[in-house]
């Protein structure tokens, strides 16, 4: 079995860029500055599915894209998190929360409908994060 990503992450999400083990996507919603991440292995639901170094793998990449998240979109806290209620597949969220936000101070799943990036937003967006994250990548 290769990897494939979920429908709905596909759907909801832009590529970003290829760390060593997960995929970099930005979540199509403007109201928050929003990354997944998705190890590229088949088959994973729980970050325990993943085996020692692979882990500390993944948590190295979500610090390059906490790092890379704040000094695009500088925020009041930083939520982390892998939930997978909805969408099974490993993913982990790395969200910029901002004091007054549209969610705040609550979770932003199911808060309202998602107000999808205009195209010339999307292109920067993913452009800065892009930039920082070959940054951080080169300090790993």
């Known amino acids: ?53 692979e882990r500390a793998r993944l948590w190295r990449e979500v610090d390059q894209a906490a790092l890379a998240l704040r000094a695009v979109a500088p925020c009041d806290k930083l939520n982390i998190g892998a939930l997978g209620n909805v969408v099974r597949q490993l993913h982990v969220h790395v969200l910029a929360r901002r004091e007054g936000d549209a969610a705040w101070p609550g979770p932003v799943w199911g808060h309202g409908a998602a107000v ?25």
């Not at 060593?20 to 403007?30: G, I, Q, S, T």
């Open 1 to 53: 079995m290769s990897f494939a990503l979920d429908p709905r992450l596909a759907a909801d999400t832009l590529a970003v860029t290829t760390l060593p083990l997960c995929e970099v996507r930005l979540m199509n919603d403007a109201r928050y500055a929003w990354l997944i991440l998705v190890p590229r292995q088949a088959g994973l639901a729980e970050v325990s599915d993943l085996a020692d170094d």
């Open 116 to 140: 999808p990036y205009r195209p010339d937003e999307a292109a920067a967006r993913v452009a800065a994060l892009r930039q920082q994250l070959e940054h951080e990548k080169a300090r790993d």
